[in-house]
C-alpha cells in the first residue's frame, strides 16, 4: 500500500535499487593521508592552513588507479560506491571552479573525482559522492569556538570577520558543480549537522530542491539534518532518503515513529579510521564482516565498508584481502543478501535470517552448530525443500527421533544419522534456502 505521505512515497521509490544493492563501498581519501593519522588529524592535533598546507604541495598520488579500485569493489560483491568528494578539510578532489584548494592545482593535476566517477559506471557500479558540510579550510566557515574546526581554541581567529552565507553559497555552488558537471550521480551523502549547524543553517530545503531539480533520481542521506527528522512520519523536504548509523548496527533496525521500515545504511570502518592510518592494524576479520553484513540486511539495512587508500592512491593490502575473502563468500551466497531484509522470524539462537524481498524465499543464516539437527521454530510443514544455497544440494527436511516433542518446529541437518551433530558446510555462514509451501 502506497504512503500517503508524498515525501514517503517518492523516497520508497527512489530508493528501490538501493535496497536492492545491499553493500556498498565508502571511499575516505585525501590530503590526509599523508599524515597518516586519520582524517580528523587536522582537528585532533590542531594544524592551521598555513602548516597543513604542505601536504598540498606534497600531494602526488603517482599509484592512483581507480580502475582497479573499482574492480576490487565489484569482486567484493559491492554493488555502488561513495567516494569523499571533499572532506573536512576542505580540500576538493575535483575541478572546481569555485576554489584553488583542490587535486587539480596539485603535483597530480587530476581531477580524482571524475575519474573515479567513470572507473566505478564502467564496471557497473553505482556511484556516490561524499561531500563534508563543514570547511576547515575556508575563511568564512567558524573557527574560533566551533566544537570541532582545528584553530577552535586560538586566539587569533576570535575577532576575524567571516561571512557564513558566503561559505553556504559556495557550499551550494559546489554541489552544483558535482551534480551538473560529473554526469549521472546516485547517491549525495552529506556529512555532518551538529548543534545549531544544522537543517536551514546549510538552506538544506533549497540544496535538496536544487539536486532533485538536477537528478531526480538521486538519493540523499540524512546527515542535512541532526534532529533524526526521517524517523518521524512527517520528514521534511531535507530528512534524506536513507539513515546513516555509523560504526554501529542499530538492535532493531531503523524504523518511523508508525513502526514503518525506514531505509538505512550503517557505514563502517574495516580498521578503526575512516582516512589511511598508517599504525592502525585492528582490521576487522572477513567472518565478522560478512556476519554483520547478514545482521545489517537481516534488519532491512545496508552495509556501507570503509577502505582507506594511502598517500600513494593505494587501498592497504589488508583491506583488499578482507573484500577478496567477502566477496568469495558472496559469489556462493548473494542471493541471500541482494533484495533481501527481514523475515519476519524470531531470531534463532544458530544465527540469522534473511527473506527474498521478492521471492519470500527465506535464508537460514546458520553460524553456529547446534547439537543434533538444526531447529527452525514453527515452521514444521511449511517449507518444501531446503537446498545448500552455495551448491545448490538438497538438505533433507528432517524428523529426528529427538524431536517428536516439538511437532511445530521443523528440523534439518547436514549428515546421517540426522540427530547427531556435524560441523557445518561453511563455519563463516552456511547459508540454507528455504522454499516455503
Ligand atoms: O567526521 C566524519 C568522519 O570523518 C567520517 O567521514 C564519518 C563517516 O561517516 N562521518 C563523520 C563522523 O560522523
Not at 102 to 129: I, P, Q, Y
Not at 234 to 253: H, K, M, R, V
Not at 352 to 373: C, D, L, M, P
Amino acid at each position: 500500500m502506497q504512503n500517503s505521505n508524498p515525501v514517503i512515497r517518492d523516497r520508497n521509490q527512489r530508493t528501490e535499487w538501493f535496497l536492492e544493492a545491499r553493500f556498498g563501498m565508502f571511499i575516505h581519501w585525501g590530503l590526509y593521508a599523508i599524515p597518516a593519522r586519520g582524517e580528523w588529524v587536522r582537528s585532533v592535533e590542531k594544524i592551521s592552513n598555513e602548516a597543513y598546507q604542505k601536504y598540498f604541495e606534497e600531494f602526488d598520488p603517482v599509484a592512483y588507479d581507480p580502475g582497479a579500485w573499482a574492480k576490487a569493489a565489484k569482486k567484493a560483491g559491492m554493488k555502488y560506491a561513495v567516494l569523499t568528494a571533499k572532506h573536512h578539510d576542505g580540500f576538493c578532489l575535483f575541478d572546481s571552479k569555485l576554489t584553488e584548494y583542490k587535486s587539480t592545482n596539485t603535483k597530480c593535476g587530476r581531477d580524482l573525482v571524475r575519474e573515479f566517477l567513470e572507473a566505478f559506471r564502467a564496471e557497473g557500479l553505482k556511484v556516490g559522492l561524499y561531500y563534508s558540510l563543514l570547511d576547515w579550510h575556508h575563511e568564512d566557515y567558524p573557527a574560533f569556538g566551533d566544537p570541532f574546526h582545528p584553530m577552535r581554541e586560538n586566539e587569533e581567529y576570535k575577532d576575524r570577520k567571516r561571512d557564513f552565507s558566503r561559505y553556504v553559497d559556495y557550499l551550494h555552488g559546489q554541489v552544483k558543480e558535482l551534480l551538473t558537471e560529473y554526469g549521472h550521480i546516485d547517491i549525495m551523502w552529506y556529512d555532518f549537522s551538529y548543534d545549531n549547524m544544522t537543517g536551514e543553517t546549510w538552506r538544506a530545503a533549497d540544496l535538496v530542491n536544487m539536486a532533485r531539480q538536477l537528478q531526480p533520481h538521486i538519493l540523499i542521506d540524512n546527515r542535512l539534518d541532526g534532529s533524526q527528522s526521517i524517523k518521524t512520519g512527517n520528514p521534511f523536504t531535507y530528512s534524506g532518503d536513507f539513515a546513516s548509523p555509523e560504526q554501529l548496527i542499530p538492535a532493531n533496525g531503523v524504523t518511523d515513529g508508525s513502526g514503518n521500515p525506514v531505509p538505512w545504511e550503517a557505514c563502517i570502518t574495516l580498521n578503526n579510521n575512516w582516512g589511511y592510518h598508517s599504525s592502525d592494524r585492528n582490521y576487522k576479520s572477513p567472518k565478522l564482516i560478512i556476519r554483520k553484513l547478514v545482521e545489517c540486511v537481516s534488519k532491512n539495512g545496508n552495509m556501507l565498508l570503509n577502505v582507506g587508500p594511502d598517500a600513494k592512491g593505494q587501498i592497504p593490502e589488508e583491506s583488499l584481502s578482507i573484500l577478496e575473502q567477502v566477496g568469495s563468500w558472496l559469489r556462493q551466497n548473494g542471493s541471500s543478501i541482494y533484495g533481501c531484509g527481514k523475515a519476519g522470524l524470531p531470531k534463532p539462537d544458530w544465527g540469522r535470517f534473511t527473506r527474498n524481498i521478492k521471492t519470500g524465499k527465506i535464508y537460514a543464516h546458520v553460524f553456529e552448530q547446534s547439537i543434533g539437527a538444526v531447529c527452525v521454530e514453527n515452521l514444521a510443514g511449511k517449507v518444501g525443500s531446503i537446498r545448500l544455497l552455495k551448491d545448490g544440494s538438497e538438505i533433507p527436511v528432517t524428523r529426528p527421533w529427538n524431536t517428536h516433542d516439538y511437532p511445530e518446529d521443523l528440523f534439518f541437518n547436514f549428515g546421517i544419522p540426522d540427530g547427531a551433530t556435524y560441523p557445518l558446510p561453511d563455519d563463516i555462514d552456511t547459508v540454507a534456502e528455504l522454499e516455503l509451501i
